[in-house]
């Protein structure tokens, strides 16, 4: 006999979601139970080839059946070069070690961590109520997105943004918070594609689910992004002299 769903319990995936997340937040502290290499495998294929990664997201399905990963070394790993990095700013533009501190914790907390949980309950929140495919009958197994699953989404899609808005910024800061027209140019550019890629990689994130439809929706913020460029850029608007006099009293 065929699996049923009855529409006033929750479902499988959500009845598991507690004790998974459980699990999760306890082999963090576990080192020896973090693959790191394919982490990094990870990490560097969301920057080079992101649909090889959620390819091997279905295969994730298949063998532990959830979507979600179970491993939180992504989260670790993407932590530990997020404080690196703001070190690397705080050495160069910060004045004192106290506020440097102050910065470390506020991008990890806030930019990363919270956001992060804030975007992901969105978008978690969003996909089932809105985006989800109805059943085509009741002997269907109703399938939803898991929360932790948006949240590595929001990890997959926040590495290579990193990457360029943190670390390649680090190295062009100096010409990006030169006051001009090239540098407010470069700088609009640079978080153009930083902001457009993570959309781009959220939608790969739901897309790749098979009970979701109408997922060209997370593909909309792009546009708004193209759009708005060009008019910060004719106004003089430079986000990195925007972003590094927010954070340190230098003004650039």
């Known amino acids: 006999m065929l699996p049923t769903v009855s529409k006033g319990r929750p479902s499988s995936s959500s009845s598991r979601a507690n004790p998974m997340l459980l699990q999760y937040l306890r082999r963090i502290v576990k080192w020896q139970q973090m693959d790191i290499e394919y982490t990094f495998w990870q990490m560097l294929h969301l920057c080079t080839s992101p649909k090889v990664v959620y390819q091997h997201t279905k295969y994730h399905k298949q063998t532990k059946n959830q979507w979600a990963r179970d491993d939180p070394a992504f989260v670790v790993i993407c932590s530990l070069l997020l404080a690196v990095a703001t070190l690397a700013y705080c050495a160069a533009y910060d004045h004192s070690a106290a506020h440097a501190v102050f910065v470390i914790f506020s991008a990890l907390v806030f930019h990363f961590l919270a956001t992060g949980v804030a975007l992901a309950t969105f978008c978690w929140f969003l996909t089932n109520s809105y985006l989800r ?8 197994v109703e399938q939803r997105v898991e929360w932790l699953y948006a949240f590595d989404v929001h990890c997959n899609s926040f590495f290579p943004m990193f990457v360029l808005l943190y670390v390649i910024h680090y190295f062009l800061s100096p010409l990006l918070v030169a006051h001009g027209f090239i540098p407010a140019l470069l700088s609009n550019l640079l978080f153009m594609v930083g902001a457009s890629y993570y959309h781009y990689l959220n939608f790969l994130g739901y897309d790749v689910l098979p009970f979701l439809e ?8 792009i546009g708004v992004v193209i759009i708005l460029s060009p008019i910060l850029i004719l106004g003089g608007f430079n986000p990195s002299k925007y972003f590094m006099n927010m954070f340190f009293s230098r003004q650039m």
């Not at 495919?133 to 269907?140: G, M, R």
């Open 133 to 140: 495919e109805e059943a085509p009958n009741s002997y269907v």
């Open 214 to 221: 109408r997922t060209t929706f997370f593909l909309y913020p």
